[in-house]
C-alpha cells in the first residue's frame, strides 16, 4: 500500500482545507492515465494526490519547477519530493532544453501503467484567473512508446488561491476552503494521426484548458 499513513493524514487535512469535492467516480481504478489541473496554490498537488492515492493506491508522479523545490534546501527537496513524493524535476530557467528530462520521464512512467500529474499554466495564479497553457501536456502524451491512449482527466481547483495567496506560508482558513471537481476523461486520439507543428501541440494544449477551464468555473481567453 502506498503511505498508510494517509488513511489518517489526509482525510483530517481535508476536513480543514477542502470544502467540497466531485467527480470522484471519473478517477480510474488503476493507471495508466494523466492529472491535469489549474494551478491556485502549494497545496493543489497535495489534496489532488490525497484523492488518487485513496482511489487507486498509487502515487501520482507531478512535475515539479527545480527551482521551488530548491527553496527549502537540498535536504528537504530530497526527502519530501525526491523521496516521498517522487517529483519529476523541471530544470531551471536558463537550462539548455529546459524540461526536456522531465517530459520524457513523465512519458515512460505513463509506459510504466503508473499516473502522471501536472499543471499546465506551469505557475500559480494571482488572482484565480487561468494562464495560458503550456505544451508540455501533450508531448508527455505522445511521447508514450507502448499505451497510445493515455487517459486525460481535467480538474479543476477552485478558491485555493485565497486560502494559500501568492508569497504566504500561512493557509488563512478564515478566509475560504477549496473546491475541486474532477471530470471526465478524455483522450487525444485525433492528435495522434497527425503531424507534430507549433499548431498541434497549441491546438491540443487550448483543448486541455478549456477542459480544466469548464471543471473551475472559469473561463479560458487565450484560445
Known amino acids: 500500500m502506498v503511505y498508510p499513513f494517509t488513511k489518517l493524514f489526509f482525510p483530517l487535512l481535508r476536513s ?14 488503476k493507471g495508466p492515465f494523466i492529472i491535469v489541473a489549474n494551478h491556485q496554490s502549494h497545496l493543489d498537488g497535495l489534496f489532488i494526490a490525497s484523492y488518487v492515492i485513496q482511489k487507486t493506491d498509487q502515487k501520482p508522479h507531478f512535475l515539479a519547477k527545480k527551482e521551488f523545490t530548491s527553496y527549502f534546501g537540498r535536504f528537504f527537496e ?7 513524493a517522487s517529483v ?10 529546459r524540461g526536456k528530462i ?23 495564479t494571482y488572482d484565480g484567473s487561468l494562464q495560458e497553457g503550456r505544451t508540455g501536456i501533450v508531448r508527455i502524451v505522445l511521447g508514450t512508446k507502448k499505451y497510445k491512449r493515455i487517459p486525460i482527466i481535467p480538474v479543476g ?5 485565497l486560502l494559500l495567496p ?7 482558513i478564515w478566509n475560504a476552503r477549496i473546491s475541486l471537481s474532477f471530470g471526465k476523461l478524455f483522450y487525444f486520439d485525433s492528435y495522434r494521426k497527425k503531424k507534430v507543428t507549433k499548431k ?4 491540443a494544449t487550448t483543448l486541455v484548458m478549456k477542459k480544466i477551464a469548464h471543471q473551475a468555473g472559469r473561463s479560458y481567453t487565450y484560445a
Open 16 to 29: 480543514l482545507f477542502i470544502k467540497n469535492v466531485t467527480g470522484l467516480e471519473n478517477i480510474p481504478k
Open 78 to 84: 530530497y526527502i519530501v519530493y525526491q523521496q516521498w
Open 166 to 172: 501568492r508569497n504566504c506560508l500561512i493557509p488563512r
Open 200 to 203: 498541434m501541440l497549441r491546438d
Open 102 to 124: 522531465a517530459l520524457l520521464q513523465a512519458s515512460g512512467i505513463l509506459d510504466m501503467r503508473e499516473i502522471v500529474a501536472l499543471f499546465p499554466e506551469g505557475t500559480r
Open 88 to 97: 519529476l524535476f523541471v530544470e531551471k530557467e536558463g537550462m539548455r532544453h
Open 157 to 161: 481547483i477552485k478558491n485555493a488561491h
